[in-house]
T-cell receptor
Framework: EPEVTQTPSHQVTQMGQEVILRCVPISNHLYFYWYRQILGQKVEFLVSFYNNEISEKSEIFDDQFSVERPDGSNFTLKIRSTKLEDSAMYFC?????????????FGPGTRLTVT | DAKTTQPNSMESNEEEPVHLPCNHSTISGTDYIHWYRQLPSQGPEYVIHGLTSNVNNRMASLAIAEDRKSSTLILHRATLRDAAVYYCILHPYNTDKLIFGTGTRLQVFP
C-alpha cells in the first residue's frame, strides 16, 4: 500500500539554525499538508499546498516557515531560524483531491528537537 | 470551526465491540464527519468518514444520527492494536485543513 514517507525521523538542531524537513507524498496525490504536535498536545494544522502554492495556512505558520515542492516527488518544510518552542513532531500528509470526500494520509513524522 | 465533543477516555476488553461517541451539535449541512486515530508514537491514520448515511469499511462502522448532531464510531471487535486516540473531526467543504481536538483515548485490555 502506498505511504507517505518523511526524513529524517529525528532532527536535533540549535536555536537559530535553519532546518528542512522532507516528505515524499503518495505519488498521485495533489494536495499536501504539514501539521505539528508538541509533546502531549493536540495535532495542529500548519499549512496546505496545492498547485505549487499555499492554499491555506494557520497563525502558527509565520514568516519563519516556508514550504516548497522542489521536484515532482518531495515536499519540504523549512524553518529559517528555529526557536525552542518549535520542538515538536512534524507530520506531513497528502490527499488525492481537495474536497472532504477524500482522506488525508499522514507520514510517520519527524521529531524536531531544538536545543 | 464547528466543534466536536468526545469523552476523554474509554476502556474495552479485547474482542468486544467498542462504541466511541461524538457530539457535533453545530454541524452544518455540508460538513463531512471524519474519524482519524493516532496510535502511540505514530502519525494520525484515517479510519472512516461520512456525510449523512451510515458507513462501513474494513476498519470500522460509522453511525450518524438522523439530525447529524452526533455520530458513533463502532469497532466491531477491539484488538490490542486498536489502542489509540480517536479523533472525530468535522470537515467543511470550504476548507482543507483538519482541526484535531483532544480525542478519546481508547484502552484495550487483554
Amino acid at each position: 500500500e502506498p505511504e507517505v514517507t518523511q526524513t529524517p525521523s529525528h532532527q536535533v538542531t540549535q536555536m537559530g539554525q535553519e532546518v528542512i524537513l522532507r516528505c515524499v507524498p503518495i505519488s498521485n496525490h495533489l494536495y499536501f499538508y504539514w501539521y505539528r504536535q508538541i509533546l502531549g498536545q493536540k495535532v495542529e494544522f500548519l499549512v496546505s499546498f496545492y498547485n505549487n502554492e499555499i492554499s491555506e495556512k494557520s497563525e502558527i505558520f509565520d514568516d519563519q516557515f516556508s514550504v516548497e515542492r522542489p521536484d515532482g516527488s518531495n515536499f519540504t518544510l523549512k524553518i529559517r531560524s528555529t526557536k525552542l518552542e518549535d520542538s515538536a513532531m512534524y507530520f506531513c500528509a497528502s490527499k488525492l483531491a481537495g474536497n472532504p470526500f477524500y482522506e488525508q494520509y499522514f507520514g510517520p513524522g519527524t521529531r524536531l528537537t531544538v536545543t | 470551526d464547528a466543534k466536536t465533543t468526545q469523552p476523554n477516555s474509554m476502556e474495552s476488553n479485547e474482542e468486544e465491540p467498542v462504541h466511541l461517541p461524538c457530539n457535533h451539535s453545530t454541524i452544518s449541512g455540508t460538513d463531512y464527519i471524519h474519524w482519524y486515530r493516532q496510535l502511540p508514537s505514530q502519525g494520525p491514520e484515517y479510519v472512516i468518514h461520512g456525510l449523512t448515511s451510515n458507513v462501513n469499511n474494513r476498519m470500522a462502522s460509522l453511525a450518524i444520527a438522523e439530525d447529524r448532531k452526533s455520530s458513533t464510531l463502532i469497532l466491531h471487535r477491539a484488538t490490542l492494536r486498536d489502542a489509540a486516540v480517536y479523533y472525530c473531526i468535522l470537515h467543511p467543504y470550504n476548507t482543507d485543513k483538519l482541526i484535531f481536538g483532544t480525542g478519546t483515548r481508547l484502552q484495550v485490555f487483554p
